[in-house]
């Protein structure tokens, strides 16, 4: 690739605009690049003079205007995602059913099956820990905020960096969520209180509106898993 290529590439990685604003956006920078090349310049020179993507970036997404996430699709979008990972379990136990690992009686547990029982133990975990701070640093969205339109980026609208997702994860490991999320009702950015630690803002994807369906499909997900979780356990229940 060249270095033209990949100056612009990091750009737009580092640009939260819609579509059309990020067209302009790269069709000005190879611009740049093919007025430095007439006037002798190498792409090296004419980086130099634009600065680093990340200046470059944060310029362009300061001319922008976010749109804020509010509580009540944040909200939405984690029912979503909690509904998902209960979706994602039923299936764990499931297989800890077949195995006979859940639902012995205290001390009947076979050594067979304490390692398939600590492997199982530690997916669901894993599940709970890493699925939001990977997905988020990643991608910037969870299932459930992707449905509703919303992104977490950092406050100059560039891709948040893993140790950032994390730290605004921590109430949730906590179990401090529901008074962290109170803040989004009291700052002008709608962010929680480990949004403002973090740096971090969730905002509305540009050019995009949250549509009718993805309400609907997030609320609908926790209610699917719960009756799958209690179809399960009453299929597994000691008959008498």
Known sequence: MKPADRYIDDVLSHVFADPEDRQRLEADLRSHFSEGEAEGRTPRQVIEGLGTPEEVAAAFNAEREFQYASFWQRLVAFFGDAGLLMCL???????????????????????????PFALLFLAILGLGIFYFPLLEAHYGKTLGKHLMRIRVVR????????????????SFYFDMLWVDALF?????????????????????????????????????????????????????????
């Open 89 to 115: 379990v039923v299936p764990l136990l499931t297989l800890g059913l077949m195995s006979g690992v859940v639902g012995e009686e205290p001390g009947e547990i076979a050594v067979l099956w304490l390692l």
């Open 155 to 170: 406050e100059s609208g560039s891709p948040i960096g893993l140790g950032q997702a994390f730290v605004r994860r921590l």
């Open 184 to 240: 989004v009702f009291f700052t002008d950015k709608k962010q929680r209180a480990l949004d403002i630690v973090a740096k971090t803002v969730v905002a509305q994807e540009p050019g995009k509106r949250t549509p009718g369906w993805a309400w609907a499909i997030c609320l609908l997900l926790p209610v699917l898993a719960m009756c799958c979780l209690l179809a399960l356990f009453a299929i597994s229940a000691p008959a008498g």
